[in-house]
C-alpha cells in the first residue's frame, strides 16, 4: 500500500483510542503487504479494520478496496469480521464488508 497521510494516520490513532474506550484491544499493523490498518479483538470477535480519510466521499470512492476485501470475505482469508472506516469532516462512517460489497454499519458500537 502507499504511504499513509499525516491524517490517516491521526486517525488510524483516533480509531484504536475508540475501539479501546467499546473494551477492545486494537493493534495498529504496519507494513507495505498488510491487509488491515488496525486488527481488534475483544473476547470472541475479531475485527479487521481499514481506516480512509476524505473530505467529501463516502464508501463508494474506494471501491477497488471494497472489492480486494470482499474477496478476502468470499475465500474466507480472515476469521473474523473486516469493517472499513471512513472519517470524513471528523465524523466517523462504518462499514461491514460483506462477500457482495460494504453495508453501512447503524447503531451503537459493540
Not at 481506516?51 to 468470499?74: A, C, D, F, W
Not at 472499513?84 to 460483506?98: A, K, P
Request: with cysteine; hydrophobic share 40%; proline share 4%.
Amino acid at each position: 500500500m502507499a504511504e499513509l497521510s499525516r491524517a490517516c494516520r491521526v486517525s488510524i490513532h483516533a480509531a484504536c483510542a475508540m475501539l479501546t474506550s467499546f473494551g477492545y484491544t486494537p493493534e495498529r499493523i504496519s507494513g507495505k503487504t498488510r491487509w488491515f490498518d488496525i486488527i481488534a479483538w475483544k473476547q470472541e470477535k475479531i475485527l479487521g479494520i481499514v481506516v480512509r480519510t476524505t473530505r467529501s466521499e463516502g464508501i463508494n470512492h474506494y471501491p477497488s478496496l471494497v472489492q480486494k476485501l470482499s474477496e478476502i470475505v468470499r475465500r474466507r482469508l480472515f476469521p473474523g469480521e473486516i469493517q472499513v472506516w471512513i472519517s470524513q469532516s471528523h465524523e466517523w462512517h462504518r462499514y461491514s464488508v460483506l462477500p457482495g460489497g460494504a453495508i453501512s454499519i447503524t447503531g451503537r458500537f459493540t
